[in-house]
């Protein structure tokens, strides 16, 4: 048992008998409850994932572009609420969710819309049987006037029918409440706060110091990649949320101790083909059965096959589902989104390495399709649209600069297949989007409103790096000097924008101290400035990977935690979480991507830094 041992400090004959205490060592909470009488009690247990819950304030939603209205679809009638909690608790029935909101709210619920989906009408309170949350994050909508958000616990009746009811609940949490409630009863019978024993100290782990990490160092790089593949593959989605399960996490929150965002699938194309190039290009890692990354690879990619939406009389016949957001302005709370250049990306990352490196025709399948359906838009639209929203049964009405990216899926398809289609389709993709989008110094328009023909928000870095992607990807598939051209004028005007120390910001300019520096930018143009050396043998870009990835390998988190170490952790923004610490997967995947790249070149001298 626990170190403490807590009982009611009242009157035996006045409150039944209820006792609490942490489990020494194991993750569990031991209870023992005596009623004095023939009833049925309620035990309730209070913990702090679910007493933090996060609100409109803590989350960002998408804005109207990414949300159109249809005005021949019914809207949600009532204003809609959302707060996210967090369930890790391995408990099941008879223990429930017990959500309370304010006396005489009505209105509507929804938990977890399409993932796990439970729903009802709003009349003060409900429960929900646990085995029915998801593990993890959690979202529940709530859709009425002037709703305050609710008040939940975990609950389940006990009687003294059969004597002391003794039981313990798997809980991870390190303070819980529980409390004893007679049906209908005003306040609580009893109450005890237990704190789990803080385990024994132990010797420092040591830390690496990576302040000084430099790229000449081949031991520390191939250290470096090996924990990029390590967090690569605690990112795994468990097979406990089986719509998702053997993908990977968008990202990590520090700030809750916790992997989210499970439904962004575009970005499981970088981390499939990462997984793939780490079998076969790094020494075998003794601390992995052969075969860990290949097997994790593939379980993704056949899982990211499940999202493929198939009817031929519907626009988005062979088009993937890329990600799913969270918006109250749904009746369900969530919006799901389908893309042409999304689903190409992955297709190019992950698809077609699969498709190689296994000989599983479906892959071969999928993103022949793709590309039928890519053509079939083409046809239809000046510039594909960006997104196909399921919710509102219409595309959105602009096409984002980093739509480019899916230039790699015409380009992987010919150079591994020798698709006799892919050139003329990808000209044509790439092509349309430098007529209606292109600017000066191969920039491309942040976005552009088909209907208007006109350009809207400003050039960043991030979204041009994936252009310039897209720009390597058409000069590899055509040989047209067109795009390498345009490459080089891109990438001599986001080299300008780089730090000494080889960090980006947002914008287009050095970064100053008050500027952010955007993690994922450093990450992805690593790898894309090392590619334009690879296809150019020109020195510039080299010295801008190395400068980018030196950024890199000294804010790798080499730390003991299993949940950040490898990754490059940062105060950000993304998907529906606000500035907080936290790790993207596609930042820690190029990373990886780069480090590879550099360690494909000769080795380096301290001479030769950058």
């Not at 109450?191 to 420092?204: G, W």
């Not at 962004?264 to 003794?286: F, H, M, N, R, S």
């Not at 990450?523 to 510039?540: N, P, Q, V």
Request: glycine share 6%.
């Amino acid at each position: 048992m626990g170190h403490l041992f807590l009982t009611v400090s009242a009157p035996a004959q006045t409150l039944p008998p209820l006792r609490a205490a942490f489990v020494a060592d194991q993750p569990l909470l031991d209870l023992t409850i005596t009623p004095p009488d023939d009833e049925i009690y309620e035990v309730r247990l209070h913990v702090d994932d679910l007493d933090k819950l996060e609100t409109a304030a803590d989350l960002k939603f998408a804005g109207e572009i990414y949300l159109p209205t249809n005005p021949d679809l019914p809207m949600n009638p009532l204003p809609g609420h959302q707060v996210f909690f967090v369930h890790r608790n391995a408990t099941s029935a008879p223990w429930e969710l017990a959500v309370t909101f304010a006396p005489h709210t009505r209105g509507t619920w929804n938990l977890n819309g399409p993932f796990a989906p439970t729903e009802g009408s709003l009349e003060g309170s409900f429960a929900v049987p646990v085995d029915q949350l998801l593990p993890g994050e959690n979202l529940l909508q709530f859709n009425g006037w002037s709703v305050a958000p609710p008040q939940m616990w975990y609950r389940r009746e006990v009687s003294s029918r059969a004597g002391p009811t003794h039981f313990r609940v798997p809980l991870t949490a390190m303070t819980a409440r529980v409390e004893l409630w007679s049906p209908g009863g005003p306040q609580a019978l009893a109450s005890v706060e237990v704190t789990r024993s803080a385990p024994p100290e132990r010797p420092p782990a040591a830390v690496t110091d990576v302040s000084a990490a430099t790229v000449a160092d081949r031991v520390h790089l191939l250290r470096a990649a090996r924990a990029v593949g390590a967090n690569v593959l605690q990112s795994r989605i468990p097979a406990s949320h089986p719509q998702f399960a053997d993908g990977f996490h968008l990202i990590y929150d520090d700030t809750r101790g916790l992997w989210r965002v499970p439904h962004w699938v575009w970005a499981w194309g970088p981390a499939i083909k990462l997984l793939l190039d780490l079998e076969t290009q790094l020494p075998a890692d003794p601390a992995l059965p052969p075969g860990t990354y290949r097997d994790a690879a593939a379980a993704a990619g056949l899982r990211s096959l499940d999202f493929i939406f198939h009817d031929p009389d519907h626009p988005t016949h062979d088009i993937a589902t890329v990600r799913w957001s969270q918006s109250p302005d749904t009746l369900d709370g969530v919006v799901e989104y389908r893309s042409t250049a999304d689903s190409l990306f992955l297709a190019g990352w992950g698809w077609m390495p699969l498709h190689a490196a296994t000989g599983d025709d479906r892959f071969l399948t999928a993103t022949r399709r793709l590309t039928d359906a890519a053509e079939r838009l083409m046809d239809a639209y000046p510039v594909v649209p960006q997104d196909y929203v399921v919710q509102r049964e219409r595309w959105t009405p602009h096409t984002l600069d980093e739509s480019v990216f899916g230039m790699v899926g015409f380009e992987r398809l010919h150079a591994l297949v020798g698709d006799p289609d892919a050139i003329d389709r990808g000209t044509r993709f790439l092509d349309s989007h430098l007529t209606h989008m292109g600017q000066p110094d191969g920039l491309l328009a942040r976005g552009w409103l088909r209907d208007e023909d006109r350009d809207f928000w400003d050039a960043d870095i991030k979204g041009h790096l994936w252009v310039l992607h897209g720009y390597l990807s058409g000069y590899e598939l055509t040989t047209d000097h067109r795009y390498l051209t345009l490459a080089r004028q891109l990438a001599a005007k986001i080299a300008t924008a780089q730090a000494e120390d080889g960090a980006w910001t947002h914008a287009f300019h050095v970064p100053k101290a008050e500027d952010s520096i955007d993690e994922r930018a450093v990450a992805i143009g690593a790898w894309l400035f090392y590619e334009m050396h690879r296809l150019t043998g020109d020195a510039a870009p080299l010295r801008t990977a190395r400068r980018a990835l030196t950024w890199c390998l000294r804010h790798q988190d080499l730390s003991a935690n299993p949940d950040l170490h490898g990754a490059l952790p940062n105060i950000t923004n993304m998907g529906h979480l606000n500035r907080r610490r936290m790790t993207i997967l596609y930042s820690t995947v190029f990373f990886g991507h780069a480090l590879l790249a550099e360690l494909a070149l000769p080795e380096l001298t301290a001479a030769d830094l950058p």
